[in-house]
């Protein structure tokens, strides 16, 4: 994409709008213009946000820009951030225009697609399931405390590196990774072994009571086939939707986040996946906030939480 100037407007706020590498960029002054928060409030947001979600050189950049300095027009280099910076710092400062200026952004970028400026249409469907995790993310935010909103913003931003990945694989430069495979199978009697273990630090008496053997049914449904093939081809794939599974269908009274974490963790370990190159793929926090997503979701967004959660075991 070449680089452009483009006009935001709405009632509160005019800005010049540079688009550039499938983005759109705004200095430190049109983010405080944007959010309508003084430029000290602004800048230690962005330093929290590079340091807790973005820590990525891509985020920055310096643009040449003219400056009005007593009666002189001047060019300077100035810092411009991204829009995952943007979408990040709104977020925390609560700006109704942080939203107007989200959906702007969107489909300015959508219509640069259809004119033939944006080449690699995965990164723009990426950035869009971005904005919908940040939706997901803002209708929780009522119940969330402060180390899970930061935890959870800082997996939107991890998950936004996979455009990186993507551009990478367009272009031939990294191999594809197609997941493993195993012919091993988890089975109800251990996964309801390991349960019991957790109903001693549980005060409900309703903790880990099932509902119609329903985890049995889900374990059956992550190992099924069609045709003679398996239908999650990958024990990735098969990971993902099983901690999905158990905490959408709701298969206990009481519990059903904490168990499905638990056993999320116990059947990444029975495969030997839980562990690359001596780190655990998923450390905790991480995995509160994709339970945490996984819960508010809707049915409809699975494909996208899936996804969320493969970016992290691939």
Not at 7 to 23: G, H, P
Not at 186 to 210: D, M, P
Request: net charge neutral.
């Amino acid at each position: 994409m070449k680089n452009e100037i483009i006009l935001f407007e709405n009632q509160d706020v005019r800005l010049d709008v540079n688009i550039k590498d499938d983005t759109v960029w705004l200095s430190l002054e049109q983010i405080s213009k944007l959010f309508d928060r003084d430029k000290s409030v602004i800048s230690r947001h962005i330093k929290n946000v590079m340091q807790e979600e973005l820590n990525d050189s891509s985020t920055v950049a310096k643009f040449a820009t003219v400056q009005k300095e007593g009666d002189r027009e001047v060019s300077r280099e100035i810092e411009y951030y991204n829009l995952d910076v943007i979408i990040s710092v709104g977020y925390r400062v609560k700006s109704k225009n942080g939203i107007i200026f989200r959906k702007w952004a969107n489909k300015i970028l959508k219509e640069y697609l259809l004119k033939g400026y944006v080449v690699n249409q995965k990164r723009l469907e990426y950035l869009e399931k971005t904005v919908k995790l940040i939706d997901i993310a803002n209708r929780i935010d009522d119940e969330l405390e402060g180390n899970e909103a930061k935890e959870i913003l800082k997996v939107i931003g991890d998950y936004s590196k996979a455009l990186d990945l993507l551009d990478n694989y367009d272009h031939k430069d990294i191999t594809k990774v197609k997941g493993s495979i195993s012919n091993k199978k988890i089975t109800y009697e251990e996964c309801i072994e390991i349960i019991n273990k957790l109903r001693f630090n549980s005060g409900s008496k309703l903790f880990a009571l099932e509902r119609d053997k329903g985890l049995e049914s889900i374990i059956g449904d992550i190992y099924q086939t069609f045709d003679k093939k398996d239908v999650y081809k990958s024990i990735e794939e098969k990971a993902c939707n099983f901690l999905y599974m158990i905490i959408k269908n709701h298969v206990f009274i009481d519990g059903n986040k904490r168990i499905g974490a638990t056993l999320f963790i116990y059947f990444l370990q029975f495969y030997n996946i839980l562990y690359k190159n001596g780190k655990q793929v998923i450390d905790n926090n991480t995995l509160v906030a994709l339970t945490l997503l996984i819960a508010q979701s809707n049915p409809k967004e699975k494909d996208l939480i899936i996804d969320l959660v493969m970016n992290f075991l691939e």
